[in-house]
Nanobody, 125 residues
């Protein structure tokens, strides 16, 4: 069991910003894909952004241009910077990881196997 610990959620107004953090054991993001998922009320969990072990990133629509995924190897932490937040961004955000993958491979959402406990983000209008 991989221990992923998210933090940084909270309540903000429309247009605000938050930065989510995911503390990972060791430096698994140098061998595994890391992702941030959002689960809105009554909906399935969906991939928001992903980070391949080699460092390439992917941000899905409708978050592209507003959210950024990054990592700090010295802190064993992956971040999700969320700017220009909208009420429809509200939900529980989860950090997740895959088994080890080639550094150049961007993992698909169904490959994620280990999850953190989640952190709640509420955006009010």
């Amino acid at each position: 069991q991989v221990g992923l610990v998210e933090s940084g959620g909270g309540s903000v107004q429309d247009g605000g910003s938050l930065r989510l953090s995911c503390l990972a054991p060791g430096s698994i993001f140098t061998t595994n894909c890391m992702g941030w998922f959002r689960q809105a009320p009554g909906k399935e969990r969906e991939l928001v952004a992903a980070l391949a072990s080699g460092g390439s990133t992917l941000v899905k629509d409708p978050w592209k241009g507003r959210f950024t995924i990054s990592r700090d190897k010295t802190k064993n932490t992956v971040y999700l910077q969320m700017d220009s937040l909208k009420p429809e961004d509200t939900g529980m955000y989860y950090c997740a990881t895959t088994p080890a993958r080639h550094s150049g491979y961007m993992c698909r959402s169904q490959e994620y196997r280990a999850w953190g406990q989640g952190t709640q983000v509420n955006v009010s209008s």
